[in-house]
């Protein structure tokens, strides 16, 4: 972990190169472990940039189950996740903002009397009550993804500890997703949740694909014509203007550290059919989804308007023919959504 001083320092040498004045939020990630010290990393980290509009945490709780906790190797208990949110209630500040991350494992549980149940019954009723108690300005849900050579371990027994099948998954999902939303809790993207002007701006910006620079280890930036940075990164890559740049630093930190991004992940130059597809699927996960849809007739099907009446009649989405939004039931069917609106993807 990274302690206040060094993320003091780095915060500040990016001061020095960028203009703050108008920064509109910091943005961390902690996990709630070592307790002690995330604690006291919080504390100090809004006590020295209190003037920001925004000091926005986001913790990685994942999972309230003492068993999955234990069996996937977090540092972390049921009755710790507990405690330390006890103690990080009394340290939040006007301009804190505090994002949970959870993830549907689907792991069910028999009951005594042989009944298959979600989680233990303790762990399901502190997450109503945490949720209720709004304490908490936004909620991060995600579905448990597993890689290929995880899929085909599916199988063995000491896995199913853990993570259930796809449609329990999915069942998990459904049901933090249910309570946050029972909570007043706005769904602004297909796994983000907050209350009114909590959302995330990082979020926002990713999804509307305005620029942004990634500027660690294997971090990923994106650059349109208009970005002050653009002819510069574009002549410093070698590679030509087309009026978008999606790139992706070193994976390597040795390389990183010797300031070698000559062997980049990933350096990708857009043309405008490449923005208009990213642009669609990207701003259809949002609340505010995809606006002047006419200018998107290059990289959509055909029959567009026919697939699109027959959603709006199932609920699945909202059209005025010139905005497309999904509804929250459109979102828990996006991918076959927008792979059916999109010529190709």
Known sequence: MIGEKEMI??????????NFENIGELSIECNPYPQEEVLHFVDEIQ??????????????????DNEILVNTGRNCSFPGMVDFLRNLQPLKKENSVYNFDFIAFGKFHTSKKGNLQ??????LDFFYHFVQSWFADS??????ELFEHQQRKKTNEIDKQYFGNDDEIYEEFDFLKNTVNEAWYLRYEISNFSKVAKSSIHNRVYREMEDYLGLGVS?????????????EVAQFLQKEGKGWLRFTNTPY???????DFSQMKEIIPMEEKDFLIEKFFLGLRTDQGVKKLQGFEKVLVSNREEKIQTYEKQGFLIYDSDTLILTDKGMNVYNQIVTELLEEI
């Open 118 to 123: 979600l989680r233990t019954p303790s762990a």
């Open 9 to 18: 320092s780095l915060i500040e040498h990016c001061e020095k190169v960028f």
């Open 139 to 144: 909620f991060s849900l995600y579905t448990l």
């Open 47 to 64: 006590k020295k940039y209190h003037r920001f509009p925004r000091v926005r945490f986001s913790f990685g709780l994942q999972t309230f």
């Open 253 to 259: 930190f040795p390389k990183y550290l010797s300031d």
């Open 219 to 231: 971090a990923s930036s994106f650059l349109s014509a208009k970005s002050p940075f653009y002819m």
